[in-house]
């Protein structure tokens, strides 16, 4: 229920800044889904069936041969040190602490298709 609740939240935010939100709910519906048309991917650290780091890693091989690999961003209510770290040895481009705001994911997006990375969050 939780991972649920969360994937609303985070497409009621991108929706109401006009961005057009595809979630799923696994790590293969991710796979499945994901094409070089996705200019950002947001996945939850925390979520249950997802493995957010083997993901990120497969996107990468995935798009390792094109030139346009989606940016992928980690969400995660998770303030050591040690998560930020796993998740920038993945290759994410940036991790975003939850809560997030309206406000806060206008900066973080505005930051990303500027500069193709979230320099803090």
Same mark, same amino acid.
């Given at each position: 229920?939780?991972?649920? +609740?969360?994937?609303? #939240?985070?497409?009621?935010?991108?929706?109401?800044?006009?961005?057009?939100?595809?979630t799923v709910g696994s790590r293969d @519906?991710?796979?499945?889904? +994901?094409?070089?048309?996705?200019? #950002?991917v947001f996945m939850d650290v925390s979520?249950?069936?997802?493995?957010?780091?083997?993901?990120?890693? +497969?996107?990468?091989?995935?798009?390792?041969?094109?030139?346009?690999?989606?940016?992928?961003?980690?969400?995660?209510?998770?303030?050591?040190?040690?998560?930020? @770290?796993?998740?920038?040895?993945?290759?994410?481009?940036?991790?975003?602490?939850?809560?997030?705001?309206?406000?806060?994911?206008?900066? #973080?997006?505005? @930051?990303?298709?500027?500069?193709? +990375?979230?320099?803090?969050?």
């Amino acid at each position: 229920m939780e991972g649920q +609740v969360s994937r609303m #939240v985070t497409k009621g935010l991108l929706t109401h800044l006009g961005c057009d939100v595809t979630t799923v709910g696994s790590r293969d @519906e991710c796979l499945r889904v +994901v094409t070089q048309e996705h200019k #950002v991917v947001f996945m939850d650290v925390s979520m249950p069936g997802i493995h957010c780091y083997e993901v990120a890693v +497969v996107i990468h091989e995935r798009f390792r041969k094109h030139h346009g690999r989606p940016l992928i961003v980690a969400l995660t209510g998770n303030t050591d040190r040690v998560t930020k @770290e796993n998740c920038m040895r993945v290759g994410m481009d940036g991790v975003i602490l939850k809560p997030v705001s309206v406000d806060k994911m206008r900066s #973080v997006l505005s @930051e990303l298709l500027e500069h193709g +990375v979230v320099l803090e969050s």
